[in-house]
């Protein structure tokens, strides 16, 4: 026989629980409401429902200490806007961390900013292999310096641009990292053959009908011949990036040279392409 068990408010029939070990993030925010979003949907919102992976969003105004639970405070030295109070900052990291591995390499934590770390394929990739990330959303005019000094606490930036908060950004991060955890995407292929895998943009795709609106596919990708299929899609590969994107061209030919040399010209520190394989954003 079972035994009730009578909780405090109505629960769903049925809850999402993560597989032992799959990959969380935590983000600490104003808005958990705004969580999971996008990442609730498609690929990814499957993945959750399947527990590959798992979502805490932390309400941050939850560790104010006073009645009308206030989370900011005038910048000091003058100057509009507001700063996220450190003592209630802290308060949320160290709870959230609480059980949380030390070593930022198996659980990174990252505060978004626009002043930060430019974040790309690399880092994502980095992340994805760790055992779960911290994001801390920032809002107003952005968070006191000492707590990000105190909790060792790195600064992220998905653009050169300033959003009106962390949230979107944490959502780019975590959609970016978490289609590289093994069964979300379901074809592993995938993610190997995109943009910034190999430290190029993705060539040209193309699918059925073969002609469209007078524009042909190329013949070649209707050949059936695979070894020059992938040369063409590699020359379109490089091509595109070497017109569109000549930080990326730089540093994927720094790396395509014997010894892995840069001449000085790689700009992107953690892109790690192989050659011929194959915003706080504020508030």
Not at 199 to 228: C, D, F, K, M, N
Request: aromatic fraction near 6%; charged fraction near 30%.
């Amino acid at each position: 026989m079972l035994k009730p068990v009578v909780s405090a408010g109505p629960r769903p029939l049925m809850e999402d629980k993560p597989r032992a070990g799959a990959f969380t993030a935590k983000v600490l925010t104003l808005y958990p409401e705004m969580f999971p979003g996008a990442l609730g949907h498609s690929l990814t919102g499957k993945a959750l429902q399947a527990g590959l992976w798992a979502l805490d969003a932390l309400d941050i105004r939850r560790f104010a200490r006073d009645k009308h639970r206030t989370v900011d405070d005038r910048p000091a030295g003058g100057g509009p806007g507001m700063v996220l109070k450190p003592e209630i900052v802290a308060a949320a990291i160290d709870e959230a961390q609480r059980g949380i591995p030390d070593d930022r390499t198996r659980w990174p934590v990252f505060a978004l900013s626009p002043r930060g770390r430019r974040f790309d394929q690399g880092l994502a990739q980095a992340i994805a292999r760790a055992e779960g990330v911290t994001l801390l959303c920032g809002r107003f005019e952005g968070i006191d310096e000492r707590v990000l000094e105190a909790r060792r606490i790195e600064e992220l930036s998905v653009g050169d641009f300033v959003l009106t908060g962390g949230e979107i950004a944490a959502m780019t991060v975590l959609d970016a990292v978490l289609r590289l955890i093994p069964g979300v995407l379901g074809n592993e292929a995938s993610a190997v053959e995109e943009s910034f895998s190999r430290g190029l943009l993705e060539h040209p795709q193309y699918t059925r009908p073969t002609v469209w609106e007078g524009r042909a596919i190329p013949e070649i990708l209707l050949s059936g011949h695979h070894a020059r299929i992938a040369e063409w899609r590699l020359a379109r590969a490089e091509a595109l990036t070497q017109a569109r994107r000549p930080d990326l061209w730089r540093a994927y030919r720094g790396a395509s040279k014997p010894g892995g040399g840069t001449d000085g010209d790689r700009e992107l520190s953690d892109a790690t392409p192989t050659a011929g394989k194959g915003g706080t954003e504020k508030d």
